[in-house]
Every structure is written in structure tokens, then in C-alpha cells.
């Protein structure tokens, strides 16, 4: 069996030492960047690797990008051979941030043709909280060849938001928290405010009191009004750097509602052109 959306602690640790399945610890504090690794270092799920936001799952910032540009595939591809994920793995990735981070992963192996990979849901909290295995210990990682399958129709540009969006064509979702998407708060880009047409929907909405995601039929019932007329397939989903808002993906893809895209950009790429209006 495989596992594409979300899986539970229990399962994971039914299957803490199958060579087939890699863990990948993601998380990450955008206060400071070092945090992540270290938290890893502290104690992690045993087994799992590191993957750093900064320097594995982005890449380089440009005068024209937002804060976390989409990395080199090729690059991408290497690194996770290095970590030893094939594309027969089942790769599960956590954070300790109910996922806010792990998406990011969860999409990037997606639109690398790669569907067998979950997000651990609730992370490392809830694994800790049913008092599961954590080490200190690095493991021993064994490379293999991950060959990418390129699938760019998971993602938008910002021409292309542009366009849609003047023709009416698709559904603007933004992840970030309701003062930023009002332009009342921004703490971390220079310009507030929110992309023309969007809609907000923050990200903290799919999860529960225990830190867990809501059921898919919670999660539907809930999203299925923000979407109206609009299919899934022409749902795109932002946030601040293209990071967060696989959150809502995975909640949409975790309901059922398949097929919504990514704006990759985001907020932090689309305010680096004066000519793209904002609200």
C-alpha cells in the first residue's frame, strides 16, 4: 500500500525500519534558519534525513523571485538519490509546524513525478506526544538514483496568474494568516496586501485542536464553498514565498478535491514587478 496525502504516527512506526520507506525531517523556523537543523540534531524520528528549506528545497534568490524559488530539478533529483529515495520509495516527511513546512517536500516530490510520498500527520509533536521512538543517532543512508518525471502543469507563473485570473478562469486562494492578506500586518516581505481576486483561507483552518488535519469530509465541506463554480483543477493556491500554501493543497488533495495548482512565486515574487496590482 501506498500512501500520497497524509499518514499517521502509527503506521509510520509500523514501518520505522522498511528499507523501502524514507523519512525526511523538514523542519524549519523562517526567524531563524538554523533552528531546524538543530532541533534535528536534538532528536529526531529515527531514521530520517534533513532536508533544509533554504539550502535543499529552494534555490538561489533573485532580484525578480520571490523569497523561496522552486530548486533546480536536476539538483533536487541528485539530492534526493543522495538521501537514498528511488522512485520506488515511499518517502514521509515532518516538520514540527502541523505541516506548514513538510508540504513544501510533499509537493516538490510531486512535481517530480514522484506520488508516493505523505506528510506525517501531526509531525514530530504528535509523535512525541504518543511517546514514539526519537534519536539522536544519524543514519546510515545508502544512495540510489532518483530519475525525475517533470510535471509542469502543477504550477502557475505569474504571467499566467495574471492571465487567468483576467479571464476569470480560476480560483486565488492565499495560506497566510488574515492581517497579511489584508495588508494590516507584514512582518516579513516589503509590500502588503494580497494578489487582486484572492481569496483567503489560512492555513491553520485544516487543522484540529490536537494539531492534526480535519477529516477529508470536514476539509470538503469547508473548501467546497470557497471554490463555487471553479473545479479543483483550476484552484491555485499562494502564500507568502510558495512554502505554506502547499498546506491548503494537501488539505484539497487529502478531501478528494484533486488536481489544484501552485503559484510558486508567490506574494514575495509577485510585489518584485510595480506593474502587478495589488489589493
Same mark, same amino acid.
Given at each position: 500500500?501506498?500512501?500520497?496525502?497524509?499518514?499517521?504516527?502509527?503506521?509510520?512506526?509500523?514501518?520505522?525500519?522498511?528499507?523501502?520507506?524514507?523519512?525526511?525531517?523538514?523542519?524549519?523556523?523562517?526567524?531563524?534558519?538554523?533552528?531546524?537543523?538543530?532541533?534535528?540534531?536534538?532528536?529526531?524520528?529515527?531514521?530520517? %534525513?534533513?532536508?533544509?528549506?533554504?539550502?535543499?528545497?529552494?534555490?538561489?534568490?533573485?532580484?525578480?523571485?520571490?523569497?523561496?524559488?522552486?530548486?533546480?530539478?536536476?539538483?533536487?533529483?541528485?539530492?534526493?538519490?543522495?538521501?537514498?529515495?528511488?522512485?520506488?520509495?515511499?518517502?514521509?516527511?515532518?516538520?514540527?509546524?502541523?505541516?506548514?513546512?513538510?508540504?513544501?517536500?510533499?509537493?516538490?516530490?510531486?512535481?517530480?513525478?514522484?506520488?508516493?510520498?505523505?506528510?506525517?500527520?501531526?509531525?514530530?509533536?504528535?509523535?512525541?506526544?504518543?511517546?514514539?521512538?526519537?534519536?539522536?543517532?544519524?543514519?546510515?543512508?545508502?544512495?540510489?538514483?532518483?530519475?525525475?518525471?517533470?510535471?509542469?502543469?502543477?504550477?502557475?507563473?505569474?504571467?499566467?496568474?495574471?492571465?487567468?485570473?483576467?479571464?476569470?478562469?480560476?480560483?486565488?486562494?492565499?495560506?497566510?494568516?488574515?492581517?497579511?492578506?489584508?495588508?494590516?500586518?507584514?512582518?516579513?516581505?516589503?509590500?502588503?496586501?494580497?494578489?487582486?481576486?484572492?481569496?483567503?483561507?489560512?492555513?491553520?483552518?485544516?487543522?484540529?485542536?490536537?494539531?492534526?488535519?480535519?477529516?477529508?469530509?470536514?476539509?470538503?465541506?469547508?473548501?467546497?464553498?470557497?471554490?463555487?463554480?471553479?473545479?479543483?483543477?483550476?484552484?491555485?493556491?499562494?502564500?507568502?514565498?510558495?512554502?505554506?500554501?502547499?498546506?491548503?493543497?494537501?488539505?484539497?488533495?487529502?478531501?478528494?478535491?484533486?488536481?489544484?495548482?501552485?503559484?510558486?512565486?508567490?506574494?514575495?515574487?509577485?510585489?518584485?514587478?510595480?506593474? %502587478?496590482?495589488?489589493?
Amino acid at each position: 500500500m501506498s500512501y500520497n496525502t497524509l499518514i499517521s504516527a502509527q503506521t509510520l512506526h509500523q514501518n520505522i525500519n522498511n528499507p523501502k520507506w524514507i523519512i525526511i525531517d523538514c523542519r524549519f523556523s523562517l526567524a531563524d534558519c538554523a533552528v531546524g537543523y538543530s532541533a534535528y540534531r536534538h532528536g529526531h524520528i529515527p531514521n530520517a %534525513r534533513y532536508a533544509d528549506l533554504n539550502k535543499d528545497l529552494s534555490s538561489e534568490i533573485r532580484s525578480y523571485t520571490g523569497r523561496h524559488p522552486l530548486p533546480n530539478c536536476k539538483v533536487l533529483s541528485q539530492k534526493l538519490g543522495a538521501w537514498g529515495v528511488s522512485n520506488h520509495s515511499q518517502v514521509i516527511v515532518y516538520d514540527d509546524a502541523a505541516g506548514a513546512f513538510a508540504g513544501r517536500l510533499w509537493w516538490l516530490l510531486r512535481s517530480l513525478g514522484h506520488d508516493n510520498v505523505a506528510v506525517l500527520d501531526g509531525g514530530i509533536k504528535h509523535w512525541q506526544k504518543l511517546s514514539l521512538p526519537i534519536t539522536t543517532k544519524l543514519p546510515t543512508v545508502k544512495s540510489s538514483l532518483f530519475r525525475p518525471y517533470i510535471n509542469p502543469t502543477l504550477w502557475l507563473n505569474a504571467e499566467q496568474v495574471a492571465n487567468e485570473l483576467a479571464r476569470k478562469k480560476i480560483r486565488l486562494i492565499d495560506a497566510r494568516t488574515p492581517e497579511r492578506y489584508k495588508g494590516e500586518q507584514e512582518p516579513i516581505d516589503p509590500v502588503a496586501g494580497h494578489i487582486p481576486g484572492a481569496i483567503n483561507r489560512p492555513l491553520p483552518l485544516n487543522i484540529n485542536t490536537e494539531g492534526l488535519f480535519l477529516s477529508p469530509d470536514e476539509l470538503k465541506r469547508q473548501f467546497k464553498p470557497l471554490l463555487g463554480s471553479i473545479t479543483p483543477e483550476q484552484t491555485v493556491h499562494y502564500c507568502g514565498s510558495g512554502v505554506t500554501a502547499c498546506h491548503n493543497l494537501l488539505a484539497m488533495e487529502y478531501a478528494g478535491l484533486t488536481g489544484s495548482k501552485l503559484y510558486a512565486g508567490s506574494w514575495s515574487e509577485w510585489i518584485t514587478n510595480p506593474n %502587478r496590482a495589488i489589493s
